[in-house]
């Protein structure tokens, strides 16, 4: 789960918008040497946009290494990417960026029910069902965090609760 804090969205962005920036440029830097097709490293700013970001992040990655990967093509000409691969690397991309921003939301959203379950589940191990009160072993643990600082404890016998409790049920 990510961290609540407007610092870490702050890192994130900065984080993914160099990630991108590097990659774009080893692809606009790499395309006109040789005959190798260096456009599918554009998925990887992608799926790390996901991760981080999930499917609005991914998007607009998209959408940045699309418009580059677009720019270079026009500027470089067939020396380096056949203008026929532009249709096709934007379609593979946007399936990239699809997949692996609805998986990471999928991903983010079982998390946040895993830790409110385990929260809950918590929450209900250490209190009593009845009353709500924590139960002997969240007692025990509250008197072990005190370690060694002056406790008072209180018991209380209600006589005659019992054909109360009978007659009315717990609720009452």
């Known amino acids: 789960r990510?961290?609540?804090?407007?610092?870490?969205?702050?890192?994130?962005m900065a984080q993914m918008v160099l990630d991108t920036a590097l990659i774009i440029g080893m692809v606009a830097l790499f395309a006109p040497y040789g005959q190798r097709t260096t456009w599918p490293l554009l998925a990887v700013p992608i799926v790390i946009a996901s991760i981080r970001l999930r499917l609005p992040g991914t998007l607009v990655?998209?959408?940045?290494?699309?418009?580059?990967?677009?720019a270079v093509v026009i500027h470089l000409g067939d020396r380096a990417v056949r203008p026929e691969d532009l249709p096709f690397a934007v379609i593979i991309h946007l399936l990239v960026a699809i997949v692996s921003g609805t998986q990471a939301s999928a991903f983010n959203r079982q998390l946040i029910h895993l830790q409110q379950t385990r929260a809950a589940l918590q929450h209900q191990a250490g209190r009593d069902g009845l009353t709500g009160l924590p139960n002997r072993a969240r007692l025990a643990e509250?008197?072990?965090?005190?370690?060694?600082?002056?406790?008072?404890v209180l018991l209380l016998d209600l006589d005659?609760?019992?054909?109360?409790?009978?007659?009315h049920g717990h609720m009452a």
Do not use: C, I, Q
């Open 61 to 70: 990655v998209w959408a940045a290494t699309s418009a580059s990967f677009a």
């Open 142 to 152: 509250r008197f072990d965090m005190l370690s060694g600082d002056p406790l008072v």
């Open 2 to 12: 990510r961290p609540e804090s407007p610092h870490y969205e702050r890192f994130a």
């Open 160 to 167: 005659g609760f019992k054909p109360v409790n009978d007659s």
